[in-house]
């Protein structure tokens, strides 16, 4: 019989708990570098996909206006009209329940909420229309802006409620009339609010659709 072979002196048959906490950090490291770089890619795709339905909307807005002789000032006409899925009018990356058009403009705009009530889908792109403005008084805005837009992608902008306003400020997408989409970040603009009080750095909301300095503001009655 063969006698039972022996292990050699220091002759180990696992790993070490150095080299166990040595393979955990590198683990580690590896998940700071990639996890990052692969959030980075999702908003990147997301944001691809948002350029990509504003452009569906567009070419739908060519179509309606073909129709009715007029520009669409909503998004949700395009849906009713039965021009785009609802589906297109929300962004992954919209975090807000209902989508973030339907609470800026509930934020700027309680009045309205009866209206939201009846869209029963989230809403992230809007239209002038989504602030309840005087259609007249948008069309007087845009007669001498060639390069006005007709929706917004307020995803990433943010909102603040004044004393008796809301202010509305950060980045944005700006559809174009003729189908470009634009990427926007609008700046500090005063704003008098009806009881005579000076806002800082607050977004009108006629100019997510237009552009306009302070003297272009206080010549539009701004």
Known sequence: MMPASKSKPGYRTGFSLIEILVVIVVALLLMAILVPVLVNARTRA???TDISNMRQLGHAA???ADETGLPPLSPLQLVRAGMCPKEILFS???TRQGGRARAISLEIEPTGRKQWD???YPVTFAGPME???DMAVYRRHIENQPGAGWLVNLVDCQTKRET???SCRGRYQRLMFDGSVQNRTQGAIPLLAEDGVLYEDVIHPILFFVDGDAKWISEHGM
Do not use: G, L, P, Q
Request: charged share 35%; net charge neutral; proline share 0%.
């Open 46 to 48: 997301f944001v691809a």
């Open 62 to 64: 060519s179509m309606y």
């Open 92 to 94: 992954r990356r919209d």
């Open 118 to 120: 009846e869209i029963k």
């Open 131 to 133: 602030f309840t403005w």
């Open 164 to 166: 008796d306003a809301t």
